[in-house]
């Protein structure tokens, strides 16, 4: 029997990406407007070499990019990108087709769920929050609970002792083969692989489960119990 669901946030109940993307165009814009002289799509891809190597969630991404680039940082302009990506970010974060419709389901069937992210917990629950996920999530575990990131055991484990399930009454969903699904894998947890979050054009997730749509989630939990009663 599946009891207990485990959730990667970005890229897995989130367009994560999309929302990424639309934010640094509106920053660069935004900078390019108080009077920074660059070519727009030049300096977006600037920005997005710095998050390849740094990390997607880098707090500091527009103070890098400016020293990097101009050797000191300008106020305005820093304060000019900051408003319009947090403008953007507020205004672009959506959840993938059918979320809503399949964390309502999981609950009506009892299941507890926990998201799992290597993002940092405050801007997870922020996107938790604001989108009006929170009252399905028992909690949410990233590196700042003393843990390491995944694939490492230790989060999968923590979320285990939060849910008081097994590994094999648990079903760990993302889109990161290499951190979500091996993660978990190794720990025993079942898994099924957000592949309609690809980013990393993964073509075998090694997950025991694919999903096109968040959805199908429900029915192959469905599927699944009823085989065990």
């Not at 990667?8 to 999309?18: G, P, R, V």
């Not at 000191?72 to 408003?83: E, F, G, M, Q, Y």
């Not at 009252?135 to 979320?159: L, Q, W």
Request: contains cysteine; hydrophobic residues 45%; charged residues 30%.
């Amino acid at each position: 029997m599946i009891r207990a669901v485990l959730f990667d946030c970005d890229n897995t109940l989130t367009d994560f990406m999309k929302t990424k993307r639309a934010a640094v165009d509106a920053a660069v814009e935004g900078m390019i407007d108080v009077g920074l002289k660059v070519e727009k799509n030049a300096m977006v891809e600037k920005i997005f070499e710095i998050y390849w190597k740094d990390g997607v969630e880098d707090q500091k991404i527009f103070d890098k990019v400016l020293l990097k680039e101009f050797g000191k940082i300008d106020p305005r302009i820093l304060a000019a990108a900051i408003v319009a990506y947090r403008r953007s970010k507020a205004g672009t974060m959506t959840l993938y087709p059918h979320v809503g419709l399949t964390l309502a389901e999981l609950l009506k069937m009892g299941l507890k769920m926990v998201v799992v992210s290597d993002a940092p917990k405050l801007e997870v629950w922020l996107r938790i929050v604001g989108l009006g996920l929170h009252h399905y999530f028992d909690d949410v575990i990233t590196g700042e609970d003393n843990v390491a990131k995944k694939p490492a055991p230790e989060p999968f484990r923590k979320a285990l002792k939060i849910l008081s399930a097994s590994p094999e009454e648990t079903i760990m969903v993302g889109d990161w083969a290499e951190r979500d699904i091996a993660g978990a894998k190794a720990l025993g947890i079942r898994t099924a692989w957000a592949k309609y979050g690809n980013t990393f054009d993964t073509k075998e997730s090694g997950a025991e489960f694919e999903l096109s749509d968040i959805y199908d989630l429900v029915t192959v939990i469905r599927r699944e119990n009823a085989a065990r009663v």
